[in-house]
C-alpha cells in the first residue's frame, strides 16, 4: 500500500489492533449465548446495550477492519466499473465530487470513527459513524469505508488526518 500507508502501519493495525478486536471478542463470549453466533447477529443484538458495549466495541470493530481491508487494494483507485460509475454520478455527479464528499467527511469525524460509501434505496450516500458504529443492519448497504482512528495514519502522518485526503 505505500507509498499511501506504509508497511509498518499496515503491520501494526492489522497485528495488533485488528488482532486484539477479534482477540478481546473471543474471549468477551466464551461461554456466552453470543458465542456461537455470526458476527453480524453478535454486532446487532448488543448494539445500544449499555451491558454489552465491550462485546459490541469488539465485535464491530472486527467488522469494519475486515471491512476496510477489503475496501483497500495495491494500486488502487482509477476508473470505477460501469455500473458503479453510473451510480456516482447520478448521487454525486461525478467521482471527484464523491471523492472530495468522503474525503470531508474523513476529516470532519470528530475523535475516532469511520468514512464510508453506502447504497441506501438505490442511491450513493457518504455517512461518517463514531468510534465503532458501523452503517450495518440500518437498511445501508456499505460498500467502502476508510478507518480515520489515529492508529491507521498516525505511524506515517502523525496528526495529519487530512494529508491523505486531497
Ligand atoms: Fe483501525
Given amino acids: 500500500m505505500a507509498p499511501a500507508i506504509s508497511a509498518h502501519t499496515i ?11 477479534v482477540d ?3 474471549k468477551l463470549v466464551a461461554g456466552t449465548e453470543f458465542a456461537d453466533l455470526p458476527l453480524e447477529s453478535i454486532i446487532t ?4 446495550k ?6 459490541f466495541n469488539s465485535a464491530a470493530q472486527t467488522w ?10 495495491p494500486k488502487g483507485g482509477g476508473e470505477p466499473p460501469v455500473v458503479l460509475k453510473q451510480k456516482i454520478e447520478t448521487s454525486f455527479g461525478n467521482l471527484d465530487a464523491c471523492k472530495k464528499e468522503l474525503a470531508t467527511a474523513a476529516t470532519a469525524q470528530f475523535g475516532s470513527g469511520w ?9 450513493l450516500k457518504v455517512v461518517k459513524t463514531g468510534n ?5 443492519n440500518t437498511g445501508m448497504k456499505p460498500l467502502l469505508t ?16 487530512a494529508v491523505r485526503a486531497g
Fill in 11 to 21: 503491520g501494526f493495525h492489522y497485528g495488533k489492533h485488528h488482532k486484539g478486536y
Fill in 115 to 123: 468514512a464510508w460509501l453506502v447504497l441506501d434505496g438505490g442511491k
Fill in 146 to 161: 476508510i478507518d480515520v482512528w489515529e492508529h491507521a495514519y498516525y505511524l506515517d502522518y502523525q496528526n495529519r488526518r
Fill in 24 to 26: 478481546n471478542l473471543n
Fill in 64 to 73: 469494519n477492519h475486515t471491512f476496510y481491508w477489503h475496501s483497500l487494494k
Fill in 132 to 136: 465503532a458504529g458501523a452503517p450495518i
Fill in 45 to 48: 443484538a448488543t448494539a445500544g
Fill in 50 to 55: 449499555a451491558d454489552k458495549t465491550a462485546i
